[in-house]
């Protein structure tokens, strides 16, 4: 097996899962346990996973809910890393990206957390703009520390 082969059957994804959901509460309590489901399943640890899962499937079900689309939940592993994604149609809303998170002033408040939870909790993550009029927010976990 030459160099190039060998570096192409590492970089394939070894997991995944994909699935479209409505986006409502009920849409985004099926993404977590869904998405925990599908780890235990693959002897993966699920945690954080669902924390980032439930966080960012709420933000789409709420922030980037269009009537009649509904948002849709990935999960891959590749090598040692697990990567979560969730797409919704609302391109035009877009939460601050890495390092641009703030708390909300209120201490008292209910909402505004979510994506401090999804930075806490990941070890890399970001937001994928497009195809029009979509956007993807994904994060990555380290499954070796």
Request: hydrophobic letters at 40%; proline letters at 6%.
């Given at each position: 097996?030459?160099?190039?082969?060998?570096r192409t059957q590492q970089a394939?994804?070894?997991?995944?899962?994909?699935?479209?959901?409505?986006?409502?509460?009920?849409?985004?309590?099926?993404?977590?346990?869904?998405?925990?489901?599908?780890?235990?399943?693959?002897?993966?640890?699920?945690?954080?996973?669902?924390?980032?899962?439930?966080?960012?499937?709420?933000?789409?079900?709420?922030?980037?809910?269009?009537?009649?689309?509904?948002?849709?939940?990935?999960?891959?592993?590749?090598?040692?890393?697990?990567?979560?994604?969730?797409?919704?149609?609302?391109?035009?809303?877009?939460?601050?990206?890495?390092?641009?998170?703030?708390?909300?002033?209120?201490?008292?408040?209910?909402?505004?957390?979510?994506?401090?939870?999804?930075?806490?909790?990941?070890?890399?993550?970001?937001?994928?703009?497009?195809?029009?009029?979509?956007?993807?927010?994904?994060?990555?976990?380290?499954?070796?520390?």
């Amino acid at each position: 097996m030459n160099e190039e082969n060998h570096r192409t059957q590492q970089a394939r994804t070894e997991r995944t899962f994909t699935v479209l959901l409505s986006p409502t509460h009920r849409g985004a309590r099926l993404a977590r346990l869904l998405a925990v489901a599908h780890l235990d399943a693959w002897g993966l640890p699920s945690e954080a996973a669902a924390h980032i899962v439930a966080e960012l499937a709420t933000n789409a079900s709420t922030h980037g809910r269009v009537q009649g689309r509904d948002f849709q939940l990935s999960l891959a592993v590749r090598e040692k890393t697990l990567r979560i994604e969730v797409t919704d149609t609302r391109g035009d809303s877009v939460p601050p990206g890495p390092g641009a998170v703030k708390a909300p002033e209120d201490d008292g408040a209910e909402n505004g957390r979510g994506m401090l939870i999804v930075e806490a909790l990941a070890d890399h993550w970001g937001i994928t703009p497009g195809p029009v009029p979509r956007k993807t927010v994904w994060a990555e976990i380290d499954l070796v520390r």
